[in-house]
């Protein structure tokens, strides 16, 4: 089992970047793949970006593909977010995510752990 607590949201001006992190506790939390979704009110929530404990395979959405980057430290159970070039479009509450290591790991139906999520607010 695999708990998951996101830092790092906040406001931010148009054009600025934050970088989200996403504490992992848990015995075989080595095992998992690790995943960013997003969700912006009235919408669904979708991917924006997974990474592989295992393999170093890194999937990002097309939406923030060359802006955003995923990344890991397996040293401090700590997977990141680095969000560069933000526009209003990206404000959402983004979560943190794990499962077993798939090869579908842009649908959430894949995870089986989640966070709480972090709140993202980007001014115009």
């Known amino acids: 089992q695999v708990q998951l607590v996101e830092s790092g949201g906040g406001l931010v001006q148009a054009g600025g970047s934050l970088r989200l992190s996403c504490a992992a506790s848990?015995?075989?939390?080595?095992?998992?793949?690790m995943g960013w979704f997003r969700q912006a009110p009235g919408k669904e929530r979708e991917f924006v970006a997974a990474?592989?404990?295992?393999?170093?395979?890194?999937y990002h959405a097309d939406s923030v593909k060359g802006r955003f980057t995923i990344s890991r430290d397996n040293a401090k159970n700590t997977v990141y977010l680095q969000m560069n070039s933000l526009t209003p479009g990206d404000t959402a509450v983004y979560y943190c995510?794990?499962?077993?290591?798939?090869?579908?790991?842009?649908?959430?139906?894949?995870?089986?752990?989640w966070g709480q999520g972090t709140q993202i607010t980007v001014s115009s």
């Open positions: 848990g015995r075989t939390f080595s095992s998992y793949a």
């Open positions: 995510a794990a499962a077993e290591e798939s090869d579908y790991l842009r649908d959430q139906e894949e995870y089986g752990y």
């Open positions: 990474i592989s404990w295992s393999g170093g395979s890194t």
